[in-house]
């Protein structure tokens, strides 16, 4: 019996200790020579083919498709339908484990973790990594550190202090907890303290809070487990406990922390922004949402979830920002949007400003010069960059009129140039914030108008698709970039060809949408894209995006932003790496068809 068979490779890490034991009484090793054919294509297969040792070529007719290597295993698909469509032939010596089909069969019925990977689909593989996160989800979470739970700072008070100017101090510092200073002794008190107090026990509200501070204080150190807090708060039954990094505290954790933790806490950044009543207010609400990305990810949530939660955050900073630095004029005349990837609710990890202002009729040019720097200062300070290109309020080019806009869209579609489309790609992304939505569905509108029935138009717009290659090769291999620290480009060689390609199909059909998928599944329903490969395309769209994310949270400052190294993915990450980029491919395709692309 070959127990040295590896059992932790997808899919076979989802069987349980039973079934991997089932799985080593029947398995057989084969060896084959080189160029030995092992199945012959349209031929009964009998057998799961895991290879030990050597290289395997998949193969249609005589077109090689693939190549696979130790750890692969072959032909999944052949062993649920009965007969392979491809041919498989040993390139060099090879050593393959063979499991008996019936087994196989057995375990996919029984186990439909396990079967979900016998299938090409890449959204049912998906489905399943998906299944796989949320099982683990809550584990995860509780082996977080208490530090990452966004602790409320610690603030003091003397033990001599009344209990009013307390509970003003609670309200300055938006806290329901104080620490108290008593000569040597560390108490705590609460807003519930002071209540009952007062109260119940009658007390005066200039008395000493030495008198209802409690000094039996827990605590827990930055470092250890969040579930180390959970048990100490059970034990003890309290609402809340310190955190102490030596001798020195440093927070206060309160249920609603952990809470929050566990389902986010999305909607109390969003209620503070709108009570926030100036910019630097809203500078420190804007830093919270920033923190959100990275707790919602380690919450297990889908990044298309992500970056709606985000992007709905930040357009309420925008909304808020906008009403609290806009005069009047502006106000009433004027709308507000976002574009590139935060117009298309994109957006996750913060990247620099795209955004602009269409007037209904021109204003007085002081204010508006006013209202330009002012905006874009505050969103300076909020922590989102100039925009390199100018894509920005700031910049007069994207705040004026709606007639000058619709003037230049003529300009733009008559003579098109590299800036030209890259400025109707941005426009097509925007999406309303603040002020008088209807300008912007008005300049849509008459951008579609300008574009409809320029298919030479959309062909040269549509072949930027082309401006970076898929990094995927010949055998099935993932092409990385030595310069790039032998990582691969997520975005240039996957996420840009799908959002351009959407966006080129949305211009020529005249879409409202802005969000890509959206896009893509407006595509299916009009024929545009076949309905299977619709879905197809946004599963590899959206794992591309959380697969990005998960790069730009483990990647150091500086770093470059977005790259994936095939060394350090997962088997079934790299399998589901190559899935998507050939979705990709296949979509550059229809494009390239569509458009005729080979003719520029």
């Known amino acids: ?24 009484a029947v398995l057989d090793i084969q060896y084959f020579r080189p160029q030995e054919t092992i199945i012959a294509q349209q031929t009964d297969v009998e057998s799961l083919f895991i290879i030990i040792k050597g290289s395997v070529e998949e193969r249609s007719s005589d077109e090689l498709e693939a190549l696979l290597g130790p750890g692969d295993f072959f032909d999944g698909r052949a062993v649920v339908q009965g007969t392979s469509s491809r041919a498989f032939v040993a390139r060099e010596e090879t050593l393959c484990y063979l499991l008996p089909r019936k087994l196989v069969l057995s375990l996919i019925r029984d186990n439909p973790r396990f079967g979900s990977f016998f299938y090409l689909d890449i959204s049912r593989k998906l489905d399943a990594v998906a299944r796989e996160e949320d099982e683990t989800r809550l584990g995860s979470l509780m082996r977080a550190h208490v530090k990452d739970l966004g602790l409320r700072p610690a603030s003091f008070i003397d033990a001599d202090d009344s209990i009013e100017a307390a509970g003003h101090r609670m309200r300055e510092i938006g806290s329901n907890a104080l620490f108290v200073r008593d000569g040597a002794r560390i108490g705590i008190i609460t807003g519930m303290n002071l209540s009952k107090a007062v109260v119940l026990r009658r007390m005066p509200i200039e008395a000493p809070v030495r008198h209802v501070a409690h000094f039996d204080i827990i605590s827990v150190g930055p470092e250890d487990f969040v579930f180390s807090a959970l ?26 922390d952990l809470l929050s933790f566990l389902a986010g806490n999305a909607h109390l950044v ?14 420190g609400t804007a830093a919270d949402i920033a923190r959100q990305v990275r707790v919602l990810r380690r919450q297990g949530l889908k990044v298309e979830v992500i970056a709606e939660i985000v992007s709905d955050l930040n357009r309420r900073l925008f909304a808020r920002t ?105 426009f097509c992304d925007a999406e309303p914030v603040a002020g008088d939505a209807a300008l912007l569905a008005k300049a849509k509108m008459a951008l579609f108008d300008i574009v409809r029935g320029e298919s030479a138009y959309i062909a040269r717009f549509a072949h930027a698709i082309e401006a970076f290659p898929t990094p995927i090769g010949f055998f099935n291999r993932l092409i990385a970039s ?38 893509i599944e407006r595509l299916a329903e009009l ?74």
């Open 482 to 519: 030595a310069g790039e620290g032998d990582a691969v480009d997520l975005k240039k060689g996957g996420i840009f060809p799908v959002v351009h390609g959407v966006r080129s199909l949305a211009l020529e059909q005249g879409l409202a949408q802005s969000r890509t998928d959206q896009r």
């Open 322 to 426: 906008f009403e609290l630095l806009a005069p009047a004029v502006l106000r009433e005349k004027a709308c507000l949007v976002v574009m590139g990837s935060e117009g298309r609710g994109e957006q996750t990890i913060r990247t620099d400003q795209d955004n602009g202002l269409i007037l209904s009729e021109p204003v007085d040019p002081r204010l508006l010069a006013q209202f330009r720097s002012d905006f874009s200062e505050a969103l300076s300070s909020f922590g989102f960059p100039p925009c390199p290109g100018k894509v920005m309020v700031e910049n007069p080019l994207w705040s004026r009129p709606i007639g000058d806009y619709i003037a230049d869209f003529h300009k733009w579609v008559a003579l098109p140039e590299g800036a030209s489309h890259m400025n109707v790609a941005i």
């Open 270 to 283: 969003a209620g503070r922004i709108e009570r926030s009543t100036n910019i630097t207010e809203l500078a």
């Open 1 to 24: 019996m070959p127990s040295a068979f590896a059992a932790d490779n997808p899919p076979f890490d989802r069987l349980s200790s039973e079934e991997i034991e089932a799985l080593r």
């Open 527 to 600: 024929g545009i894209l076949a309905p299977h490969f619709g879905r197809e395309l946004i599963e590899a769209f959206r794992f591309l995006l959380a697969l990005r994310l998960d790069a730009q949270l483990a990647e150091v400052p500086g770093s470059a932003g977005g790259l994936a190294k095939p060394g350090e993915l997962s088997t079934m990450e790299r399998d589901l790496l190559r899935d998507a980029f050939h979705v990709v491919k296949q979509f550059r395709e229809i494009l390239r068809h569509r458009y005729r692309l080979a003719l520029f």
């Open 231 to 256: 048990i100490l708060m059970t034990k003890h039954n309290k609402r809340r406990i310190a955190v102490r990094n030596g001798s020195a505290y440093v927070g206060v954790l309160e249920d609603l």
